[in-house]
């Protein structure tokens, strides 16, 4: 038996039929369907609220006619129609109150400079990627590691003995075991696996006492500036970790392989601006240099900097400008430290170059860098260019399921880790052992 409030809904969507409603309203028409409290909520809506909004109204133009005075009802204290509305002068507080703080225009400032000054920071996101990281820097890249990193872990006195099980436990930690969530977060895994392995690399430290010469910053603040060509270039930001020793790094290169690089030619990046992407100030200082450290810290010199790709949640950096901020970073490093010992003035070759490590990872694949600062004078594309050694995307182990990924019944990946690849960890080793060996 069909309930009572049928028909009352067919006399409504048959009203609505009648006066043109919309189409929404067609639904009442089928018996059972609507109840009679929702064809009494919604009978009395018309069309013109279920209407789009229509647009803001453009303020009016005031017209200033000279010699004829507006007539307002200010000195009324009340609204009063056809008169104008009166304009007050901005009430000054006689104290100062944070709440209701107003800046400065920028052209008053006392930092405002007409010329602008182009900055890098932790979430540039440049658009022709390591291309241009490369002119910037005025650099030469190599798509290797030096041969003499890679000897450095397969040294038998660099040996940790049941290496490939403590490595695969590293990983099992920070992907299983570190979490009592279903699964931990890239955040929190990137960061759980780097801290196993820099560990496992310290247990060294018995058999190499430089390693105990080291530290580990977190949310340091790097400055650093130069000139390349006629425009102005500072990277300014807080990067990852940064591991500090109080000896600074061996060279990579040789004098004579340095001389080499004034006949490499930089890559042109026409039609495209070198400074696209990057941030445009007018708001800064010319000469700022800071390592984020004090003079007095014992531990002066850069030697690795760790970066994860999932650190910030907000913000996610493509594979290809991920690395272009390690290059531009492990530059500014560089840098800074040799305004440091040889001051901002002079722009020369450097008598003994300074030499930066960079390691990052998405917790499975890693990127290998080491930048080495040969000269100061960046201003012009011809002399001594810089060196930056680069291998990327190296796979670590190939998956690591929590659960197995089952395909049409059969089990494609089994549940846990599966393809570790040793050979990674072995370069890892490497860049870490580096000045210490």
Known sequence: MRPATVPCVKAAARLCFQTGFSKEWRWLA???????RQAQRHFNVSRCVTAKRP??????????????????????????????????????????????????PAHEMRLYKEKPCYVFHQRTSPLEGLRQALWLTKTKMISSLPPQLLSLAESAANQIPDLDERVQKAIKHARFWDTTEERPGKAKYCNALLLNLLHLCATL???????????????????????????????????GFLQNCMDPLPEISGKQEVKDTADHVLENLYPVCPTISLQKVHLYKEEVNCSGFTGDCPYPHAHTLYFLEGADPHWTLRPE???TKMVMFAFGNALARAHTLYGNQPQCVLDRPI???????????FQFMVFQLNTTDLSGDDGIKNQ???????????????RPFIKKKQVKVPAGLAGYKPETFSRFMGLYLHGAA
């Open 355 to 365: 030499t930066v490590q960079a390691v990052g990872t998405n917790g499975r694949l």
């Open 30 to 36: 089928s018996p059972g369907r609507a109840s009679f």
């Open 55 to 104: 647009p803001p109204r453009s303020p009016k133009e005031t017209v200033e006619i000279p010699g004829l005075g507006v007539i307002t009802y200010g000195e009324r204290m009340h609204y009063v129609p056809g008169l104008a509305k009166p304009v007050y002068p901005l009430w000054e507080r006689a104290y100062k109150d944070p709440r209701f703080y107003q800046a400065l």
């Open 388 to 402: 930056v050694w680069l291998e990327s995307d190296v796979e670590l182990y190939d998956f690591a399921k929590v």
């Open 321 to 323: 400008q991920f690395r």
């Open 205 to 239: 430290q018995t058999t190499h006492s430089a390693i105990g010469r080291r530290m580990l910053a977190e949310r340091y603040s790097l400055s650093a500036s130069w000139k390349r060509g006629d425009d102005l270039f500072q990277i300014r930001g807080q990067n």
